[in-house]
């Protein structure tokens, strides 16, 4: 079993920015991820990190905006949000990946674990 707790979420205006952690209980050596959803939507992957490298990745509605970094000393990913967006809006969550094959997007369905999330609003 994996714990996972969000931190960090809060509102900002739009062009500000916000950063959210992710304290996990362990590592399991696999991917984290995190995602959003906003009222009415579906849920989206935003951006992952793979911890045992640090290799990231993003989807392209946040490339050079958000940024991922962790730290493997207390199990914890951190996701820099800058240049944010109204359409940022959304309830963020963290995720641990349980599937175990090569990332090639951020399926929700491949995350077992996840927290409880952690709103973020973006007003003009």
């Known amino acids: 079993q994996v714990q996972l707790v969000e931190s960090g979420g809060g509102s900002v205006q739009a062009g500000g920015s916000l950063r959210l952690s992710c304290a996990a209980s362990?590592?399991?050596?696999?991917?984290m991820g995190w995602f959003r959803q906003a009222p009415g939507k579906e849920r989206e992957g935003v951006a992952g990190i793979y911890t045992g490298t640090g290799t990231t990745y993003y989807v392209d509605s946040v490339k050079g905006r958000f940024i991922l970094s962790q730290n493997k000393a207390n199990y914890t990913v951190y996701l820099q949000m800058n240049s944010m967006k109204i359409e940022d809006t959304a309830m963020y969550y963290c995720a641990a990946r349980t599937l175990w094959s090569p990332l090639r997007e951020l399926r929700a369905a491949d995350f077992g674990y996840w927290g409880q999330g952690t709103q973020v609003t973006v007003f003009s």
């Open positions: 362990r590592y399991t050596g696999n991917w």
